[in-house]
């Protein structure tokens, strides 16, 4: 089968895609039964090898960056570690946090399952996101053990770049991002089945800027969020 995926920047060197929630970028240890994966859908589609530059979580949507020769895949991934890339993400969280804030909480580094840990534990990174909140809202439903459940709209920056930052984050400031498996709360999460038909992580990389490894070029990167993730957003209220 052939997946097509839609290309929202391409020049010689780069091309952005919209990756869909439920994709894996490449082949992975801890999902040995996929048989799909961005990095081979991409490379078939265009016709050409592509190098993978960054990573987004198999459940997150939105901007995914490769790479079309080693050497400019190499020089992006690099901005990517020295935290010189801004990215913007949306998420719909648990509750209401406040309207804007910093949560500078370091992470301990992660290891999968197939992973051998170190004799040596290294101790926790320094980790920051900030967060603006968009938009809330009330629903006649009780989850916990309130009558109404809250839920809002966070646009989300995080400055460093730990694994699953963001999803442990919100987690960290009680206020779990909706359809997160791990981190999240399944009552929220059964809730959002049952009246949205939601199935995903809602989270969404929504804008990635960096500088172009030819010529330094500041490039931003913007994406709609995925249909799926703005379908729950229209049955919230949130349309604008």
Not at 44 to 62: E, F, M, N, P, W
Not at 107 to 119: A, C, H, I, V, W
Not at 202 to 228: K, M, N, Q, Y
Request: with cysteine.
């Amino acid at each position: 089968m052939n997946y097509h995926h839609p290309i929202l920047y391409r020049d010689e060197r780069l091309v952005a895609i919209h990756k869909p929630s439920g994709l894996l970028v490449h082949r992975s240890e801890i999902d040995r039964h996929e048989t799909r994966f961005a990095l081979q859908e991409v490379r078939d589609q265009l016709g050409q090898r592509v190098h993978a530059i960054h990573r987004l979580d198999k459940g997150t949507s939105g901007i995914l960056l490769f790479g079309l020769d080693a050497d400019a895949a190499r020089a992006v991934s690099q901005q990517f570690e020295a935290g010189t890339v801004e990215k913007r993400y949306l998420a719909i969280v648990r509750g209401w946090p406040d309207e804007a804030g910093e949560i500078n909480h370091p992470l301990s580094r992660q290891y999968d399952s197939y992973e051998r840990m170190p004799d040596q534990v290294a101790p926790p990174q320094e980790a920051i996101t900030r967060y603006r909140r968009l938009a809330t809202v009330e629903l006649p439903h009780s989850v916990d053990r309130y009558p109404q459940s809250r839920y809002a709209l966070l646009e989300l920056d995080p400055l460093t770049g730990r694994k699953h930052q963001l999803r442990r984050h919100l987690k960290h400031l009680s206020h779990p991002i909706i359809g997160d498996a791990t981190y999240g709360k399944g009552r929220h999460n059964r809730l959002f089945t049952e009246l949205y038909g939601n199935t995903r992580l809602l989270l969404a990389c929504t804008r990635l800027a960096f500088s172009h490894p030819e010529g330094g070029a500041r490039i931003t990167v913007d994406a709609p969020l995925a249909e799926d993730f703005a379908a729950v957003c229209r049955a919230l209220g949130w349309t604008a």
